[in-house]
């Protein structure tokens, strides 16, 4: 079973600070890492990919990977209400994503 | 360009019923993946498919459940003889390809299927 462990939350943070997520899996094979994130009865949205160690900016998000110590991040810069919802990580060595159970953030206005 | 569209959003069954629910992948994707998401747990991946064929089937209960994806037409699960424990979200992703450590096999989750038994 292929675990994917996320800091647990909730997250609170004011809004304009910065969200930090983190993520560490058990399989070295995983090739692929995701950051999806779910608002409250919805489905999971696909917000940041990373494939190689490192940083990958996008907007106001930030992925971090570093393959050695099977750790993976995202930063939310200048938090909004909008960004209110539950983060999942997600990784795979081939096309079965295995989830982390999700890190639920809430900006407080 | 449209997403990927699950049908019917919500659907109730009484216990012993069939479920049947169905999937439409995004234009020009062709890999089609069912998760489910019990109340209070993660995503867990059902099954993997392809046009005609399914590819991975390892996270599918052995018993009562089955995929499909035809030549024409939608992907569909279909689930037997509902109990409450199937009672979940069931989400349908899609990727234009799978297994390479790229961009092409980003999943792109439809809006789910929330089936109720009763």
């Known amino acids: 079973q292929k675990e994917v462990e996320q800091n647990s939350g909730p997250l609170s943070v004011p809004e304009g600070a910065i969200a930090s997520l983190n993520c560490t899996y058990s399989d070295r094979g995983s090739q692929s890492f995701f950051w999806y994130r779910q608002y409250s009865g919805k489905s999971p949205e696909l917000i940041m990919s990373?494939?190689?160690?490192g940083d990958k900016e996008d907007g106001r998000f930030t992925a971090q990977l570093n393959k050695a110590s099977q750790y993976v991040s995202l930063l939310i810069r200048d938090s909004q209400p909008s960004d209110s919802a539950t983060y999942l990580c997600a990784v795979t060595d081939d096309y079965k994503l295995s989830f982390g159970a999700g890190t639920t953030v809430t900006v407080r206005a | 360009n449209a997403g990927v569209m699950q049908n019917p959003r919500h659907l109730v069954r009484r216990r012993g019923q069939e479920a049947r629910l169905r999937c439409s992948p995004m234009?020009?994707?062709?890999?089609v993946y069912w998760y489910r998401q019990l109340p209070e747990e993660g995503l867990k991946f059902m099954v993997y498919?392809?046009?005609?064929?399914?590819?991975?089937e390892s996270g599918m209960p052995k018993e009562r459940f089955s995929a499909e994806f035809p030549k024409e037409g939608p992907s569909i699960l279909r689930i037997q003889q509902v109990v409450r424990g199937d009672s979940a979200a069931y989400f349908c992703a899609s990727s234009p390809a799978a297994g390479h450590g790229d961009s092409y096999n980003e999943q792109f989750f439809g809006p789910g299927t929330r089936l109720t038994v009763l």
């Open positions: 498919l392809q046009k005609e064929n399914i590819i991975d």
């Open positions: 234009k020009g994707h062709s890999h």
């Open positions: 990373i494939y190689s160690n």
